[in-house]
């Protein structure tokens, strides 16, 4: 289990933006690129970039598999 201790400040500010971004996919009709600027990324391609070496998915293929 990892801690907010055991990660490099720019690790932990990097999950916390992509967590908050995944709830706003699965909350939200905003554009990935509103989502991206909301949660601190002014390049939506850079964001989409960060959240799938985070998450394994691009934003929109985890907003997609995970409608309810």
Do not use: C
């Not at 933006?17 to 600027?37: D, M, V, Y």
């Amino acid at each position: 289990v990892m801690t907010a201790e055991s990660l490099h400040f720019t690790d932990y500010l990097k999950k916390i933006r992509i967590n908050k971004a995944q709830k706003f996919l699965l909350s939200t009709n905003k554009s990935i690129a509103e989502i991206g600027k909301q949660v601190g990324y002014s390049d939506p391609n850079y964001f989409s970039r960060v959240f799938k070496s985070v998450v394994g998915k691009s934003p929109n293929e985890y907003r997609r598999g995970n409608q309810a």
